[in-house]
């Protein structure tokens, strides 16, 4: 049986949970699948204006029918999430509550802001992780301006508070100083050891980034060619988890064409159970609408997929060092958008950024050591999240 994000991340309830529960009615809300496919490890949001009055408290308790309570979160928007099981053209029922006290749930989404790392955001679900560059790089010299890739397998657990700690213990590296003055081979078996660019079992980093948009970022674009954002000047977590993570960052202005002072602000969401990020921009200080392309850096002649009709472009990356497999990148645009092409080291494709507008699209990975073992796996995957965002799921509110 193919284990559900219920099974995941079990909700690990004290007894006293249910004791502090208030008596409040429970509400009754239904969940309908308009589709054909079955929807398994699904986040589905509930908006809390549309409960009840008397379901006005903080802490949510969800549960189906069979009274089994249902991880969920409250995010920093007013939805309260859940995940959903629903066979194709199906409905399934959860009953609503609330508590005096939160429910306590194994975390399956986690993000942080890492200053030993020149203020690097990083986050992460069950299946992947992420990066984004803060200017503090900028600064520094170096240029990494597109999206990086953490690799994960054999865990559901949040792993990279523990690559982060690893990497700059300060015992570690003076034993591998101390091991240097001797042998430098020996050095670098240990350093081997302890670095989250080998893989210790869980997963590892070994994705280049350079100055390239990297897995998936988006940028304006001057005719055909990429106009680079810099790095991030400020990055808000909104919501850390259990099942959803957001961060709000903002960029440094700057000038095309006939704007001088355009600002781009990036709205990021990953959901527990979820390959791709939900993200959503804006630039602030347009005045005309602009050529805007989201790219996938090429780092070889790998399998790629490029057509506008499929909404969707797809490039297999080849990794860095050996024996590290291969990465399934993605993007998907679910409204489509103008056309394919390669420009500047990069599949992109292609759309329009309208002043005063959101551009939104989702964009992620698949990893052969992990669960895509194909890219026709991956491709598989890609089709059936479009055709989840183009049928949406369906809340019957009771």
């Not at 200053?115 to 900028?138: C, H, I, Q, T």
């Not at 959803?244 to 959901?271: G, H, K, N, V």
């Not at 590290?324 to 599949?347: K, S, V």
């Not at 989702?362 to 055709?387: C, M, N, P, V």
Request: include cysteine.
């Amino acid at each position: 049986m193919k284990r559900t994000l219920k099974h995941v991340i079990p909700a690990i309830i004290a007894a006293s949970a249910f004791t502090a529960c208030t008596k409040a009615d429970k509400v009754s809300v239904t969940v309908c699948n308009p589709s054909g496919i079955q929807r398994l490890n699904e986040i589905v949001e509930l908006d809390t204006a549309r409960l009840p009055r008397l379901l006005a408290g903080k802490h949510y308790i969800v549960e189906d029918l069979d009274g089994e309570t249902i991880p969920s979160q409250l995010t920093y928007d007013g939805k309260l999430i859940f995940p959903v099981d629903i066979e194709a053209d199906g409905e399934t029922r959860y009953r609503i509550s609330t508590g005096d006290k939160p429910l306590h749930v194994a975390s399956a989404a986690f993000g942080d802001i890492y200053p030993e790392r020149d203020n690097d955001l990083s986050w992460e679900n069950d299946l992947v992780g992420f990066r984004a560059y803060a200017m503090a790089k900028y600064d520094k010299g170096e240029r990494l301006y597109g999206y990086d890739l953490w690799l994960k397998r054999n865990t559901a657990g949040i792993i990279l508070p523990q690559f982060y700690a690893d990497d700059i213990n300060p015992d570690n590296w003076r034993t591998f100083d101390s091991i240097r003055a001797v042998s430098t081979d020996r050095a670098d078996e240990f350093l081997r050891t302890f670095s989250y660019h080998n893989d210790h079992g869980f997963g590892m980093d070994c994705y280049a980034v350079g100055p390239t948009l990297g897995a998936g970022c988006a940028a304006l674009m001057d005719s055909a060619e990429i106009v680079l954002p810099k790095n991030y000047t400020t990055a808000e977590i909104l919501d850390n988890g259990p099942l959803r993570f957001t961060a709000r960052l903002t960029y440094p202005t700057f000038a095309l064409e006939e704007d001088s002072a355009i600002c781009e602000t990036r709205l990021i969401t990953l959901d527990a159970g979820s390959h791709l990020n939900k993200t959503t921009l804006t630039f602030s200080g347009t005045t005309q609408p602009k050529p805007i392309g989201v790219g996938i850096a090429l780092h070889d002649d790998g399998q790629r997929t490029a057509n506008h009709e499929t909404r969707y472009i797809a490039y297999t990356d080849p990794t860095q060092g050996d024996g590290n497999g291969r990465i399934f990148i993605g993007c998907i645009r679910p409204g489509g958008f103008q056309e394919c092409l390669e420009a500047d080291g990069h599949l992109i494709c292609k759309d329009t950024y309208s002043p005063d507008d959101t551009f939104t699209y989702y964009w992620g990975f698949g990893w052969d050591k992990a669960d895509i073992k194909s890219f026709e796996a991956w491709t598989r995957y890609l089709e059936q999240y479009k055709h989840r965002l183009e049928n949406p799921l369906q809340i019957k509110y009771e």
